[in-house]
């Protein structure tokens, strides 16, 4: 496979593989890839969780919206 960057993204791995964060362009390459799938696998997770019956946090976890207002509470002393 080839795959054609523009001189900006090439400069940009260069640079990551001369600052010996990288053995080689291509392991910037299969990062930023890598990076990209988490990334896909996050907004689908969002988007299942949006479709859902139950609100959902950034760390994935279903939490009822009176349990985190009392827990909210909770953390400022009652203030609320």
């Known amino acids: 496979m080839n795959v054609s960057l523009t001189p900006r993204l090439v400069n940009y791995v260069r640079q990551k593989v001369d600052n010996g964060l990288y053995g080689s362009s291509s392991e910037v390459i299969r990062d930023a890839l890598r990076m990209l799938e988490e990334r896909d696998r996050q907004r689908e997770a969002a988007l299942t969780g949006l479709r859902g019956d139950e609100p959902q946090t ?18 400022v002393g009652g203030r609320m």
Do not use: G, Q
């Open 58 to 75: 950034a760390n994935d976890e279903i939490t009822d919206p009176v349990d985190l207002f009392d827990k909210l509470k909770d953390a």
